[in-house]
């Protein structure tokens, strides 16, 4: 039993992971209709910058008299940096294509992905980053179970993300009109919503959380590389199309389904199967509701 | 009409005059290939700068007769088996006399099965696969050790100095580390010391949390990780002093790297790893070590086996002052010497030799801990 809970504990950690990278997949598909395969690399860019501000706060001796301000100051900037990071991107590579076939911002995408992995690589070298910081003794043991500080930190912040996301997205006028572009472009222009700054915006929303999961990795994981947004950018595509590609609480249950699998498969099947796992849900589940789990109401919620 | 025929005389021997000053000077060609980019890169660039070295080296003491230059081609591999097989051919097509590589054992066993067609010479400084020096291929050294002397070395390691009674196994399924947890798995059974279980991941996996639950459940004296690289290592590291794991940790010569400690931190602390003996006092290891500290930096795993790789294969040349083949390798076979990682002998297989000992990583450095037959370092 204690060895169950335990595994529940690590699809959780691995599943909110995935669900913050899922998000930023499903929020531009549902806005522009474009599988955003450069996704995974804002995720890595934010482990890398991470390392970068960490590393100088620790330079300068913050970080052991704050290391909780340090964390929470390099992690909102992380966010702030992939989010202009994708901004950019959005401009240069996929609005001069947006009146093209979709399978040119597709591929404009790929292309995006592979720059920047190697850009990455080319600044600061093939060799894993090690984080500045573990917290690799914190935690609460009960019995068998351990729970580590930083799965605490992990949570909580993965359900503040998701709720604040949630919150903007059907609480507020930015939201609103957001939903409103996800739907008709051109209905929503003429109610002077700016498609161009709507869909600016979802690009920057979604790296700023997969950046957000980008530092915990690096902290949880203790290094980052330069190709790590490939298989995790993988894993939380899987996540979205799963749960409904386009609909926001069904990239959150994407997520969640594909860590949770991952880790029991691992555990009670055989661990090197255990990629093999997450793939077979999903095939499962398109194959007898190809929409995704949520993807009914697509209509309504998509963003 | 005489004019002009004295003109050309004149003129034809100025260009052969020009030809025979002009001869082109004799060039050594040597091949080098490992993983020089991708995530073994550090390893790849260690036997590179290994290998500069040896030519630095013997340059410095005059050359090589016969040849006025040494010039070293190296080739990226990238630890892939279908890359290593590409990057043979291209020292094929350079012609090189011989090759010191690769690193990764999957890539060493095809990349010399090409190069054996052309019978140029291959000495791997880092593959310890068994497989690399049993087909009978007759180009083909090793200078590291052997796994089926590394994975007894390790269990005799964990049940004579570590007291322990039961391990755990996980390897991430190469040639190199699944071929030595097997290793490990079956000399544990015949030495007596009992298996809990034998548990495979993939090569490359960040999160290893659903195995290291299983090995906790399983309370083990030892968990035995053989891992392909050390950037795996140091995460699983990492992730097992983060759940407690009380196990202690036995890994293998390729968690011996600095990186392995600079992002294991305070999880590489207390960790055990096998690998081959080296006297830091002898004076081959010292010309070493200055040298290549001088122009590389810090001294990686398997640097210092490039180095020796690329010696054997440079004295056997200038021995045999010939670069056939078979000449070569006959001065190979003579060869015996302290090399800087250790004394060399080649056998009738192409083995030289293992020498492993166990290190323990204390206050960041990698410590000689216990020796088979000596028992203890002080």
């Known amino acids: 039993m204690d060895v169950f809970i335990q595994q529940v504990i690590n699809a959780l950690t691995l599943g909110g992971l995935y669900a913050l990278i899922a998000l930023g997949y499903t929020m531009v598909y549902g806005v522009i209709q474009l599988i955003n395969f450069a996704h995974g690399e804002f995720f890595a860019a934010g482990g890398y910058i991470g390392v970068l501000l960490l590393g100088v706060m620790g330079g300068m001796g913050y970080m052991e008299t704050h290391p909780w301000l340090c964390l929470s100051i390099s992690l909102v900037l992380t966010m702030a940096y992939c989010a202009f990071l994708a901004m950019g991107v959005e401009r240069i590579a996929y609005k ?13 995408a790929l292309g995006m992905s592979i720059f920047l992995s190697n850009g990455m690589m080319l600044a600061r070298g093939p060799l894993d980053q090690p984080y500045p910081l573990q917290y690799s003794s914190g935690g609460f043991e009960f019995g068998l179970i351990t729970i580590n500080n930083l799965q605490i930190v992990i949570w909580v912040l993965t359900a503040v993300l998701l709720v604040g996301l949630n919150i903007l997205v059907f609480k507020t006028r930015i939201g609103m009109a957001m939903r409103a572009t996800a739907q008709d472009k051109v209905m929503s222009s003429l109610v002077a919503i700016s498609a161009n700054k709507i869909i600016a915006l979802t690009f920057a929303i979604g790296a700023g959380l997969a950046a957000a999961a980008g530092i915990m990795v690096g902290l949880y994981y203790g290094s980052v590389r330069y190709d790590m947004g490939f298989v995790p950018g993988i894993k939380a595509f899987a996540a979205a199309v799963l749960g409904g590609i386009g609909n926001i609480t069904g990239a959150m249950i994407g997520g969640f389904i594909i860590g949770t699998v991952e880790v029991f498969g691992a555990a009670y099947i055989s661990g090197e199967y255990k990629d093999v796992f997450a793939f077979i849900i999903l095939i499962a589940v398109l194959y007898f509701k190809p929409t995704g789990i949520m993807g009914e109401n697509i209509d309504d919620t998509r963003v | 009409m005489t004019k002009k025929m004295i003109g050309g005389l004149v003129s034809g021997l100025i260009v052969l005059g020009l030809l025979v000053s002009n001869a082109p000077a004799k060039t050594l060609k040597i091949g080098m290939m490992g993983p020089l980019t991708g995530p073994y890169a550090a390893d790849g660039n260690d036997i590179a700068n290994g290998v500069r070295v040896a030519i630095d080296v013997i340059n410095e003491a005059g050359g090589i007769p016969g040849f006025d230059s040494i010039e070293l081609f190296p080739q990226d591999t990238a630890c892939d088996p279908k890359q290593a097989v590409a990057a043979a051919n291209n020292l094929i097509n350079e012609e090189v006399i011989g090759v010191v590589g690769a690193y990764c054992s999957s890539s060493t066993i ?7 067609e052309e019978d140029i010479l291959m000495l791997t400084p880092a593959s310890t696969n068994e497989k690399v020096t049993d087909r009978g291929l007759p180009y083909m050294f090793r200078v590291c ?47 007596g010391l009992t298996v809990l279980a034998h548990e495979h991941v993939n090569q490359g996996d960040k999160d290893f949390s659903a195995v290291l639950t299983k090995v906790k459940a399983a309370n083990p004296d030892i968990l035995y990780m053989s891992l392909q690289n050390h950037s795996s290592g140091s995460l699983m590291a990492i992730q097992a002093k983060r759940m407690k794991l009380s ?24 960790v055990y790893v096998t690998f081959g003996f080296t006297d830091p006092s002898t004076p081959a290891y010292k010309k070493f070590a200055d040298k290549f500290t001088a122009k590389h930096g810090k001294i990686g795993a398997y640097a210092i086996y490039a180095y020796d790789a690329a010696t054997v294969l440079l004295n056997g040349i200038k021995n045999a002052g010939s670069v056939k083949p078979a000449d070569v390798k006959a001065e190979i076979m003579k060869l015996e010497f302290q090399g800087a990682s250790k004394a060399i002998k080649f056998n009738e297989k192409g083995d030289s030799g293992s020498s492993y000992i166990a290190f323990k990583i204390e206050g960041g450095e990698y410590k000689p801990y216990w020796h088979p037959t000596e028992g203890f370092y002080k």
């Open chain 1, 96 to 108: 001069p294509l947006r009146k093209q076939t979709r399978l040119a911002a597709l591929i404009s």
């Open chain 2, 110 to 116: 095809p990349a010399s099965e090409t190069l054996a």
């Open chain 2, 145 to 191: 050790g052997r796994d089926d002397d590394q994975a007894p070395a390790a269990v005799k390691f964990m049940k004579e100095a570590l007291g322990a009674k039961t391990v755990f196994i996980i390897d991430d399924k190469t040639t190199y580390s699944q071929g030595l947890a097997d290793g490990v798995n079956k000399s544990s059974q015949a030495m």
């Open chain 2, 247 to 270: 196990s202690k940790i036995l890994s293998q010569d390729a968690m011996f790297h600095p990186n392995f400690i600079s992002v294991g931190k305070e999880a590489a602390e207390g």
